[in-house]
């Protein structure tokens, strides 16, 4: 009969991307007072009652951002605070560029390490 191995296997774990704590896709990377675009269907999709206040008719339509307390350029849709507690207030009618924000992806990642989240 064979003999089993002692040894154990060493498994990196895979880091655990908690969306509703970070918040830093929603963080734009320049100070611009939109920087989601919108797509046709996007801004249908959104409820009337967001859709004249959050978007703005300029340039085919954008979401627009605020300021938050670090001083950051975020979406006008995020609630709470980027790296501690955060949802999105239109999440179930988001943009087609957020539904393709996939956590873990290179945009992810580069997004953490802006907002400084490890």
Known sequence: MPRRSKALAVVA???????????????ADFDEPTYV???????KRLPAKYREQMV??????????KHDKQGNCVCVA???????SVSCMIYEHRPKVCRDFTPGN???TA????????
């Open 106 to 108: 290179v945009n992810c």
């Open 111 to 118: 997004a953490r390490l802006v907002a400084g989240i490890d």
């Open 78 to 84: 995020l609630k709470g605070v980027v790296g501690k």
């Open 37 to 43: 675009t919108l797509m046709p269907s996007d801004e």
């Open 13 to 27: 774990a895979e880091p655990v991307y908690d969306c509703q704590r970070c918040g830093a896709c929603c963080i």
């Open 56 to 65: 703005q008719k300029i340039f085919g339509g954008s979401l627009n951002t």
